[in-house]
């Protein structure tokens, strides 16, 4: 039972377009939510995070989007650059700490930024 | 140091043997995760400890996987009898017990099972 879903294995955008990853979830108990680059050989980093009170976090480059009413969010990048081209995961947990405070990963989205 | 730490980085081992991974979470974090990636795939989780709570071992495979935490601080990653399939990186992460807040990663250790 897969509670958190990247339907997209990979992206492929041109330099300087926007690139739009997108994550579904099934557990409403889920109210934070971050997203994670990775390059291969390291471990994943962090990107930006979102709470379940907001509907929008941006950080430069880096927007995050969640919609509660139909358990989604996006990551939007803009504008892309060739050294985005990674791997991106996207996570849910609860917002304290407990039992609820596990976090769970989508599969990923390879993402290539294109020169 | 100021990040996770994981050793060894690599580790080659030959079927049927056990192997201990080691993970050094960031000092004062309450929650340490373990999750694992095979080649191609996403992270798997593995098993989740949160301060002096019981560990959450609902992603361990198989009953050769066990894990510990000592002192609330470093933890092992025992793999017992290693099959082929174990092969993967295994990525440890820790967590403050503040409100939301990241987790960090470690670098991982590519297990290799030959």
């Known amino acids: 039972d897969q509670q958190v879903k990247q339907n997209s294995p990979s992206l492929s955008v041109q330099e300087g377009r926007i690139s739009i990853l997108n994550c579904d979830y099934t557990?409403?108990?889920?109210?934070?939510f971050l997203w994670y680059k990775k390059y291969p050989a390291e471990g994943p980093t962090f990107l930006i995070s979102?709470?379940?009170?907001?509907d929008k976090n941006e950080d430069g480059r880096f927007t995050v989007f969640l919609n509660k009413s139909a358990k989604h969010l996006s990551l939007h990048i803009v504008p892309s650059q060739p050294g985005d081209s990674a791997v991106y995961f996207c996570?849910?947990?609860?917002?304290?700490?407990?039992?609820?405070?596990?976090?769970?990963f989508g599969k990923g989205t390879l993402l290539t930024v294109n020169p | 140091g100021a990040g996770v730490s994981q050793s060894p980085s690599n580790k080659v081992t030959e079927k049927g043997k056990d192997v201990e991974l080691r993970c050094d979470p960031i000092?004062?974090?309450?929650?340490l995760y373990w999750y694992r990636q095979s080649l191609g795939q996403g992270l798997e989780f593995l098993i989740y400890?949160?301060?002096?709570?019981?560990?959450?071992k609902s992603g361990l495979p198989s009953d050769r996987f066990s894990a510990e935490r000592t002192g609330g601080s470093v933890s092992t990653l025992t793999i017992q009898r290693t099959q082929q399939e174990d092969s993967a990186v295994y990525l440890c992460?820790?967590?403050?017990?503040?409100?939301?807040?990241?987790?960090?990663f470690g670098q991982g250790t590519r297990l290799t099972v030959v």
């Open positions: 992460a820790s967590r403050g017990g503040q409100v939301g807040g990241e987790a960090f």
């Open positions: 557990n409403s108990m889920f109210d934070y």
């Open positions: 979102i709470s379940s009170i907001k």
């Open positions: 996570a849910a947990s609860g917002l304290s700490g407990g039992s609820n405070y596990k976090l769970t």
């Open positions: 000092s004062g974090h309450t929650a």
């Open positions: 400890f949160q301060g002096n709570s019981a560990p959450d």
